[in-house]
Every structure is written in C-alpha cells, then in structure tokens.
C-alpha cells in the first residue's frame, strides 16, 4: 500500500493530462511496491524536485522523479550522474525507449513492464548502499 499524497505532489499530479496522470500514477504505486519488497527497511520520501514527483529513499539511494517528457507521454527519471539508467539499459538492451542515462519513456500505460522496471526502481532505492 502506497502513503498519502502529500498535498503539494497532489497537486501537481491532479494537474497533469490524463494520460500522464495515470502513467505517473501507476509508476508511484510501482515504486512504492518494490520499496516495500526489498529486504532493506526502505521508507520513501515523496517531495517535488524541479516541479516533479520525485521518490527518494530516506537514508541512501537516488532520486527517481515522474512526469512528462517532451518525447513522451510521460516518464521514469533518474539521476543523470547516476548509473542507474545505464545499468538497466544493458540489462534489459533495446526492450525500452531511454532519453540517453537519464529517463525511460513511455507513451501508454501498456508500456510500462512492472517486472522490468523493478529492477531499475530497486537499483535507485538502494543505489550506493553497502551489502550488509
């Protein structure tokens, strides 16, 4: 089960078209679904960066951000400086549409594969942890 919206990331969302409501939507409860499976305790902090969405874990991790994209209905967001985009690229090679190591795009929600992308999810959250 995802947390409440805080009320500033609502507001955002509810202002998105309706497509990109929905994708954004499905992605969050994604996000928060992989957090809550992961062996580590991860809780999620859910504010707004640069005007997105944006779900980064309380203690480690990366930010991921949700939101539209001027080549797609909408899309998934890492860190750049990251190399979470760039590890799930070639794990997964040519099985989805990126903007360069910072995004994976979607234009339908039919697009998004839960299984796929949680292994990019769970990378970001636990990004630069240690092994215990």
């Not at 005007?51 to 890492?78: E, I, K, M, N, S």
């Amino acid at each position: 089960m995802t947390d409440a919206v805080p009320p500033d990331v609502a507001c955002v969302i509810d202002a998105y078209a309706p497509e990109v409501r929905a994708g954004v939507s499905h992605l969050r409860a994604l996000i928060y679904d992989v957090a809550a499976n992961l062996p580590q305790n991860v809780t999620i902090n859910e504010t707004l960066k640069w005007g997105q969405p944006a779900y980064r874990p309380r203690t480690g991790g990366t930010t991921l951000r949700l939101g539209p994209h001027r080549d797609a209905c909408f899309a998934l967001f890492a860190h750049c400086q990251s190399t979470v985009i760039t590890a799930y690229a070639q794990a997964f090679p040519g099985w989805d549409r990126l903007d360069g190591n910072r995004a994976v795009l979607f234009d339908t929600l039919e697009q998004i594969e839960p299984e796929r992308l949680s292994h990019l999810i769970a990378h970001a959250l636990t990004y630069h942890q240690k092994p215990q």
